[in-house]
């Protein structure tokens, strides 16, 4: 989805440094061209070796060094990039580039850009509610400057809140959005089904099959970013809720049936990319078959709803 895109991601000094390791293999494996820029607190952390690794380009830490071919880097970088990720973002940076400084390449080089800058901040929790880094987050936004919005859960401080970095996967669809909106599904609901579904045998055991809904997943993201409202019913399935995408977890046929005939009336396009079982066990045994020496269970089937069929028949 990024094949021929200019990436500049810039890593700032936080604990979730690392983090950004994953962020350029993503991006590399989409096709993106990658080049890091780090600023000095953020090489306490990790490596520069590491990025320009995975990066396949040299990691720049410096504003004035003169041993490679980029004179000017910070023009030139800001002049390369189709789009800044800065990810993990400090309040620092954040707080610098709110202000219009630029003392450092990473932020010289976004004063030189006129492209798409979004940022992933990570924080402790009273960092991410202190008014100055809110105003300066509002000041951004104003300024089209687009943020991620930070996840809570457990703070590398030890406490518990809101800062820690968004998953890895939204970060790198963000990018995909702002880089390949399309917007030739402006107006439009697109209904996608997607995974396996369970049919249970009794309270522990299930008949299910083995579709993992990456092919459902990677339309429903592909109708956002072609600028539809996306409404996705998925089985289970170990792939995160796609970010901007209203997701509607369900475990059986007659639940996704369900679901997919209360959200019918608002589709105008619907993708059936769930394999829905075609029998499920007609009676569910209350608790846990138990295991004896001489009998099996028999477990009679019966079909379970056509849901395609029944769609086709209120066209
Ligand atoms: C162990 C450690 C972890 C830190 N983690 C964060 C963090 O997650 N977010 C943050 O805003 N600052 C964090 N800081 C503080 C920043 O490193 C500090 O504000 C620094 O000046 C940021 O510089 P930079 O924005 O140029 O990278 C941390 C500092 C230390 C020592």
Redesign the pocket.
């Known amino acids: 989805m990024l094949k021929g895109k200019k990436i500049l991601l810039g ?6 440094a690392y983090k950004a390791a994953e962020i350029v293999s993503l991006l590399k494996k989409e096709g993106a061209d990658v080049f890091v820029i780090m ?4 090489t ?2 990790v490596q520069p070796l590491t990025f320009s690794t995975l990066s396949g380009n040299p990691t720049i830490d410096n504003l004035f060094s003169t041993n490679d071919k980029m004179v000017v880097k910070h023009i030139s970088l800001a002049q390369w990039a189709d789009l800044i990720l800065i990810a ?7 707080g ?1 580039i709110a202000n219009g400084i630029a003392d ?1 390449m ?2 010289t080089t976004v004063m030189a850009s006129k492209v798409k800058v979004i940022f992933a ?4 929790k009273n ?1 991410i509610s202190n008014p100055l880094y809110q105003q300066n987050v509002e000041k951004l936004t104003a300024l089209g400057y687009e943020f991620i919005d930070s996840e809570y859960g457990r703070l ?1 401080c030890g406490e518990t809140g809101k ?1 820690r970095l968004a998953n890895i996967e939204d970060i790198v669809d963000t990018v995909e959005y702002a880089l390949t909106l399309k917007n030739d599904y402006q107006g439009k609901t697109v209904l996608v089904t997607a995974s396996c579904t369970r049919e249970p045998i009794d309270q522990v055991r299930f008949i299910s099959n083995y579709s993992s809904g990456k092919m459902g997943f990677a339309l429903a993201k592909d109708a956002r970013i072609r600028g539809a409202r996306v409404i996705l019913i998925t089985g289970p399935t170990s792939l995160p809720a796609p970010k901007g995408i209203t997701t509607i977890s369900i475990e059986s046929a007659e639940e996704m049936k369900k679901e997919v005939f209360k959200y019918f009336p608002e589709a105008d396009i619907i993708i059936s990319a769930a394999a829905v079982a075609d029998f499920r066990p007609k009676k569910v045994f209350a608790g846990k078959i138990k295991k004896t020496k001489n009998e099996n269970p028999f477990i009679e089937l019966e079909r379970t709803p056509d849901i395609l069929y029944e769609l086709g028949k209120k066209k």
Do not use: C, Q, R, Y
Not at 11 to 16: E, L, P, R
Not at 39 to 42: G, I, M, N
Not at 88 to 94: C, G, H, Q, R
């Open positions: 890593v700032t000094g936080s604990i979730a600023t000095e607190s953020a306490k952390f993990p973002a400090t309040a620092n940076i954040v610098k450092d990473l932020t901040p990570v924080m402790n960092m590398a800062g």
